[in-house]
């Protein structure tokens, strides 16, 4: 009776699951589509707690250890996720991702010593050709699990600044190396499952490469190896699925594996490469040396904030381009104080948001609703790209390869094909960047230099205030 | 091959939930609009911290006199926690200023 309605709670959860992720998808209903996810993930885990038996019949025990678990970990995962700004999203998604990883690594690592100490009494061959498939599914978990858990350690690292990127000539192929030897070791210790310690090769190298396979992603690609993670973790799941046989783990790891696998394919599509692109690192990972050749050219010109105030209250269309610089600068409330004076003013504002502006896509989207700038105000790339013909100002904030004009212009560039925002079809365009570094794609951009172009340096934050009080003024 | 037909059949069930999975992972989002990429990949993260079922079992088996098993069935489940509260939290609070921003529209 119990078990039949522990079954039930399964379909249950892995319902919410898949309605969830559909209800994710469409803004709307994103928020009810977490809850309901929320709320089948509850259920699933308060089932297994007091319904769970195993094949023998017996009920689990320990069940101290596992509040205490659940309660220190709820405690940490929502004072973590509440006290997070919001620039830091990704670097939170990021780290949680590991925490799934580590904890798929580690229930392979007592499985396998649950196994290793049935062998000691028993190695029959019989036995041990009972059990290898398990042993397969316990390597593979340990493998996917571990890889995603230092991954996601590294991307978490390089996002908030604390690792750089960092590679070295051949390191390509010695990842396939290390690949293939845990790969290896695992069908090794496949078929000879008493090598105990093969677990334990297979578990380092796997942190290794984990660390290499991401060390020399450039920040810029990282939503999208976050993404990839993400997916690997989901498979990492499922496999403890397949290992308890155990239905509600199988569908919402593969469900995940699978959606994120596309959601991964779709963000490499928004900014127009491809995955093997962005893990070969064509240009995340060459990006001193791409900077190195093109050096800076030209003459570019500065406006001072009163000039900049001046045209932007006389215009009749604003048009603000965000970046990460925006996001760097914590300035969108700074931004939507600009936007308010202006439109008291009589100036239209509006917000062109590129989709992979900032590190994530949606990035600015989420960062400018937390500043309570109108929805309507936002337009995506297509629309935006009607508006720039008819803007008076284009404002650029801390953006730099999302309007680099290479990226239609130069076939050379690495960001060749990459749509981006036309601001060139402005009258003026304002760009505010800290210095005249490259932008994260390490690449120069010919629009700084254009004649209707004018710098205007200095953070985004101080000079969005300063530019309010200056436009007060006129 | 003998082997290979007989383990198919013998898993079928299994086979079968993957394969359908993975249609329905790739159907379900797939007219996702770049906007909700991030809250899409959060709330996918939180989902397959569904592995703390695996956790849970793990912990609650191990017998008391086996640290080993203890220690890192404790840890598991912490961090499978972690990851399903931090995930679904997180997700929460970026979906929230979406919503935020309609009611802003509606005043």
Known sequence: MELNILTLIYLIASVTFIIGLKMLSNPAAARKGNLVAAGGMTLAIIGTIFLYKDDAGERLHNYGWIFAGLAIGGIIGTLAAKKVKMTAMPEMVSLFNGMGGACAALISLVEFNHIAHQLSVNNSSEYIRQIQPTVLIIALGLIIGSVSFAGSMIAWGKLNGRIKDFSFPGQNILNLVFLAIALGAAVYLVIDPTQSYLLYVILLISLVYGVLFVMPIGGADMPVVISLLNSFTGVAAACGGFLYDNKVMLTGGILVGAAGTLLTMLMCKAMNRSLKNVLIGSFGGNKTQVAGDAGPQGHFKEISLTDAAMVMSYANKVIIVPGYGLAVAQAQHSCHELEKILNDKGVEVIYAIHPVAGRMPGHMNVLLAEADVAYEKLQEMEQANDEFKTADVVLILGANDVVNPAAKTDPASPIYGMPILEVEQAKTVIVNKRSMKPGYAGIENDLFFQPKTSMLFGDAKKVLQDLCAEVKNV | ?107
């Open chain 2, 1 to 107: 091959m003998e082997n290979i037909l007989e383990w198919i059949h013998a898993n079928q069930q299994i086979i079968y939930i993957v394969i359908l999975m993975i249609f329905v992972g790739i159907e379900v989002i797939g007219r996702v609009p770049s906007v909700l990429h991030t809250p899409l990949m959060s709330g996918a993260n939180a989902i397959h911290g569904v592995v703390i079922i695996g956790a849970i079992i793990v912990m609650g088996k191990a017998e008391a006199n086996n640290y080993l098993a203890l220690i890192l069935g404790f840890l598991a489940v912490i961090l499978g926690t972690l990851n399903v509260v931090g995930g679904f939290v997180v997700t929460d609070r970026m979906l929230e200023m979406f919503k935020g921003k309609k009611t802003v529209q509606k005043k």
